[in-house]
């Protein structure tokens, strides 16, 4: 992006945009670090749960066949509450899953690049407000 600096005719003009500058800069570092962190563990967590999805599906399968075998009674109502928590656990696992899968990490690698870009656009313009703060200032 061009910039006209020219346009800029006080030292104290430069100061303010530097300062707003400098503001947006370290938020966009903050943010960048924030999302760094985000895509690792999510990127862990994605490799993660298809593994832990499939477990909560076998046990759940066990389950109903054992609670099918079983007569009315103590553990068979054991069985049932058990069945339906692996089942609560499973349907957060899936919208995890849905989350942080694949699709979604690829998502938050693009936002990662997008405000990468706009952190070496925002250091351009920085630089053009150190140069023409000189100029003034000279």
């Known amino acids: 992006m061009g910039y006209s600096f020219s346009k800029i005719t006080k030292v104290e003009d430069c100061d303010a945009l530097l300062l707003k500058a400098e503001k947006v800069k370290n938020d966009l570092e903050f943010k960048l670090l924030n999302m760094k962190r985000e895509i690792n563990s999510s990127g862990k967590r994605a490799v993660a ?23 009315e009674g103590h553990n068979k109502r054991n069985a049932l509450q058990l069945q339906s928590m692996k089942e609560i656990k499973l349907r957060a696992a899936l919208q995890q899953l849905a989350r942080s899968g694949p699709e979604a990490h690829v998502m938050k690698l693009a936002n990662h ?7 070496i656009e925002v250091n351009v313009l920085i630089d053009g407000l150190i140069q023409r703060r000189a100029q003034l200032a000279a």
Not at 113 to 119: M, W
């Open 113 to 119: 690049d997008y405000a990468t870009e706009y952190l």
């Open 49 to 71: 749960l298809p593994n832990e999805i499939s477990g909560l599906q076998a046990k759940i399968q066990k389950l109903e066949v054992e609670i099918s075998a079983s007569p």
